[in-house]
């Protein structure tokens, strides 16, 4: 049987993070040409190495990506170097150590960066898209875009993911009849500098965090990017407008 994503384009934001390098190395082994985007040039040429060790070419296009300049770079670095775009997975993210304080620039700076990115993203990549007639593209809430999850002080997380949500329903609807799948994933706690900066808070915390969800331990980021691959893939033709948890049981309580 042939790879998933043979000939296919992919672009992954926040990939030089976590669950981003896990999805691109899991795209380049399905056969996709992936563009690696971070904010962080070091990590993000790091898994451009380990996307072609695992058999993907790759370019990594460095900047932030709440900037609309920026986004435009990515996306038509992405075309002008491999011919199209066909799918993206938008998952760069940030959850701010002092959002329990309700200050006003953290709470406009979350939202730049984990709601207006994947707006930008979306503005950018459905072009593209649609001049090929098809494409997927996964965008990255949280549980926390579900459910406060018992986090009470989260103001401009919690509220932030909860806006990709609604952010990717519109979008799904908008482009379903030009066959142009957006779905969105909302991972439990997941193992990562974001997670661990949080952890880092206290024991406590980390105990609670690590035995969060019913299954009794946090995801390995290759678990979350697996979902993201499969929303991507054709396997997922019929899926749109769908939030999908991955987040060992914490959400069924
Ligand atoms: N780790 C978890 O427990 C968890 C749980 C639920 C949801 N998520 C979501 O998953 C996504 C990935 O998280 P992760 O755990 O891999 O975190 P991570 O910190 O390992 O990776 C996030 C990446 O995004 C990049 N980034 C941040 N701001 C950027 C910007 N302005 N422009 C470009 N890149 C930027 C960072 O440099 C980093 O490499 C995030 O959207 C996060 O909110 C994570």
């Known amino acids: 049987m042939g790879r998933l994503f043979e000939n296919r384009v992919v672009i992954v934001t926040g990939a030089g993070g976590a669950i981003g390098r896990a999805a691109a ?8 040409s992936v563009i690696v985007s971070d904010l962080k040039p070091d990590t993000a040429h790091e898994t451009t190495e380990l996307v072609k060790q695992a058999g993907g070419q790759s370019i990594a296009v460095c900047g932030d990506i709440s900037i609309d300049a920026e986004v435009q770079r990515l996306v038509s670095s992405a075309v ?6 066909d799918c993206a997975f938008n998952n760069a ?8 304080t309700w200050n006003e620039d ?3 700076r979350t939202f730049e960066i984990n709601l207006l990115s994947q707006f930008l993203c979306l503005k950018y990549q459905i072009p593209e898209m649609l001049k090929r007639g098809r ?5 990255t809430a949280s549980i926390m875009g579900l459910v406060s999850a018992g986090e009470p002080a989260t103001p401009a997380y919690t509220s932030s993911k909860h806006a990709v949500i609604g952010l990717t329903k519109a979008a799904a609807l908008a482009y379903a009849k030009q066959n142009i799948r957006v779905n969105v994933l909302c991972p439990g706690v997941v193992r990562s500098a974001m997670s661990e900066q949080v952890m880092a808070i206290s024991e406590d915390m980390r105990a609670r965090l690590m035995n969060h969800a019913p299954m009794g331990r946090i995801a390995e980021p290759e678990e979350v990017a697996e979902a993201a691959i499969w929303l991507c893939s054709d ?6 407008g769908h939030s999908m948890v991955v987040d060992g049981g914490f959400t069924a309580q």
């Open 93 to 100: 993210g940030i959850t701010p150590a002092d959002d329990h």
């Open 25 to 32: 190395i899991g795209f380049a082994k399905e056969g996709a």
């Open 135 to 139: 494409g997927a593209i996964v965008n």
């Open 235 to 240: 396997k997922a033709s019929f899926v749109t």
């Open 106 to 108: 953290v709470f406009r």
């Open 80 to 85: 002008e170097t491999f011919g199209s775009l």
